[in-house]
C-alpha cells in the first residue's frame, strides 16, 4: 500500500498521482481537509482504480498524528507486506529501486527513509553507519518512508497522541517521526536512508514547517 499526506498542495498531488498510477499497488491519499474542492480528489481516483482518497476533519500539524493513526489503520486491515508514505511533494519517484531495496530487506523488520535530504541525525544517539553501496543505517526517520508489515507488528499499527505541551516551543515538528523513531529503536528494528534518494524533493515552501525550511532547505541528493 502506498500511503500520500496532503494539504493544500494540489498540483504536487496531481502530479505524484499521475506518477504513482502506473504502479500496480493500492493507494490511498489522506487529505487534511485542504481548502479546494474534494472533487478534484475524486477525479484522481477516477483514473486510478486502485486509488482511494479520503478527507479527514482539518487537524494540521497539532494533530497530524491522527492521519498516520488513521492511516497505519487502514494498513492493518490490508493484506498488504509492503508499505509506502509520501508527503505530497516528493515525485520523480523510482519505484523500481524502492521495491529492490524492500526484497532485499524483507528477511526481518525493517524501515527505509526515502530521500536523503542532508538531515543530520535527529531523535536518536546512535551514530550512522554504513550498511552496503546504497543504503546507510541512520536509526531515525521522519514521514516519508517505507517498511514491511514486521516494523508494524513491532509498533501495533498504531501512532499515539502527541501532547499538546510539545507545542508550546516555536517551530516545533509535528512529533510522528520523533515518536516512531523512538519506538522502532527501543524495538531493534533497523532505520536506513539511501546514499542516492528514491524521490525527487525540491526546494519549495513548506506548508507544516515553513520557518524552518527556510533556514534548512531540504533537497533530495
Not at 531515525?140 to 499499527?157: P, S, Y
Not at 516555536?170 to 536512508?193: D, F, M
Amino acid at each position: 500500500m502506498i500511503v500520500t499526506f496532503t494539504y493544500n498542495r494540489l498540483a504536487m498531488l496531481i502530479e505524484q498521482a499521475n506518477e504513482l498510477s502506473k504502479i500496480d499497488q493500492s493507494k490511498l491519499i489522506i487529505d487534511d481537509e485542504s481548502d479546494y474542492p474534494f472533487s478534484n480528489l475524486s477525479k484522481l481516483a477516477k483514473k486510478d482504480p486502485k486509488l482511494t482518497t479520503v478527507r479527514m476533519h482539518h487537524c494540521g500539524k497539532k494533530g497530524f498524528y491522527k492521519l498516520w493513526d488513521f492511516a497505519l489503520d487502514q494498513c492493518e486491515k490490508s493484506n498488504d507486506d509492503f508499505f509506502l508514505f509520501l508527503p505530497d511533494d516528493y515525485t520523480e519517484i523510482d519505484f523500481e529501486r524502492i521495491m529492490e531495496t524492500h526484497n532485499r530487506l524483507n528477511d526481518r523488520a525493517y524501515v527505509c527513509n526515502v530521500v536523503n535530504d542532508g538531515r543530520p541525525q535527529q531523535w536518536t544517539t546512535a551514530k550512522e553507519q554504513p550498511f552496503d553501496l546504497e543504503l546507510t543505517r541512520v536509526d531515525w526517520t521522519d514521514c516519508g518512508f517505507f517498511c514491511n508489515r514486521l516494523a508494524f507488528d513491532w509498533i501495533g499499527f498504531e501512532v499515539h497522541p502527541v501532547p499538546p505541551i510539545r507545542f508550546t516551543q516555536k517551530g516545533i515538528s509535528s512529533g510522528v517521526g520523533e515518536q516512531l523513531t523512538k519506538r522502532w529503536n527501543h524495538a531493534g528494528v533497523p532505520i536506513y536512508r539511501p546514499i542516492k534518494s528514491f524521490a525527487y524533493h525540491g526546494d519549495h515552501v513548506s506548508v507544516m514547517h515553513p520557518e524552518t525550511r527556510v533556514k534548512q532547505p531540504l533537497i533530495a541528493k
